[in-house]
């Protein structure tokens, strides 16, 4: 069926290492894609967005990368500090019929960063 | 501006009762969502709308309803508690979504326990 995946469940980095985190799609026809952060106790928070007609996006501290050919995203993590410590979404946009789109998540990374 | 506001924060239920879960936007964001978040699971979509007075079914809709009278409120419906539904249930709202791409919002979430 189509889902949106993860490769690890769990991620183990040193402060100030990059992190990469890495998500696998099997739905062609989604076109964007959004990665989430979600603490403890707390309700998922947006990260950074992209769309399929792009490679890469980048934020603050934060990259994303699109490879449409083998349906993989991943979200890249610069100098990554204690507070990046949290669980982290893959989610995809999908088309659900008529007008409408429904967002679907993947079921998530654990990172945790190690002083 | 609150953002996205779920009550009650904790509940403990019995089997068989039942009870509502609220959730409210200050957005004037056209579509909402219930999820639940189990562990190892992820986020499933139970139901969403997109827009007052519409409701449709998502991945786990048995065993909960959904009303969506006024545009800022989503309501979560359990009739009959069941163990099987203690998890974690997150409302998130976003803007309409016909083409353009737009991330979800979410609120704290709502740590229900059924015994």
Wanted: charged share 15%; net charge positive.
């Amino acid at each position: 069926g189509e889902s949106v995946g993860l490769h690890l469940p769990t991620l183990s980095v040193q402060e100030g290492d990059n992190s990469i985190i890495n998500c696998a799609y099997s739905n062609s026809a989604s076109d964007y894609f959004i990665w989430y952060k979600q603490e403890s106790g707390k309700g998922p928070q947006f990260i950074i967005d992209i769309r399929s007609n792009m490679d890469k996006r980048q934020g603050q501290r934060v990259t994303v990368l699109l490879n449409k050919t083998v349906k993989h995203l991943s979200l890249q993590i610069a100098a990554t500090q204690p507070g990046d410590s949290a669980v982290y979404f893959c989610a995809e946009n999908r088309y659900s019929g008529g007008s409408n789109y429904k967002l679907t998540f993947g079921k998530g990374t654990l990172l945790t960063v190690n002083p | 501006n609150a953002g996205v506001t779920q009550t009650p924060k904790f509940r403990v239920l019995k089997t068989g009762q039942s009870m509502t879960l609220l959730c409210a936007q200050d957005m004037n964001h056209e579509y909402m969502y219930w999820y639940r978040q189990d562990p190892g699971m992820g986020l499933r979509l139970i139901h969403y709308s997109v827009g007052e007075g519409t409701t449709a079914k998502g991945e786990v809709p048995d065993g909960y309803n959904v009303s969506r009278l006024k545009k800022q409120n989503f309501l979560l419906g359990l009739e009959s508690a069941a163990p099987s539904q203690t998890s974690v249930y997150f409302c998130a709202s976003s803007r309409r979504q016909t083409g353009n791409y737009t991330e979800a919002f979410f609120g704290q979430g709502t740590r229900l326990t059924v015994v």
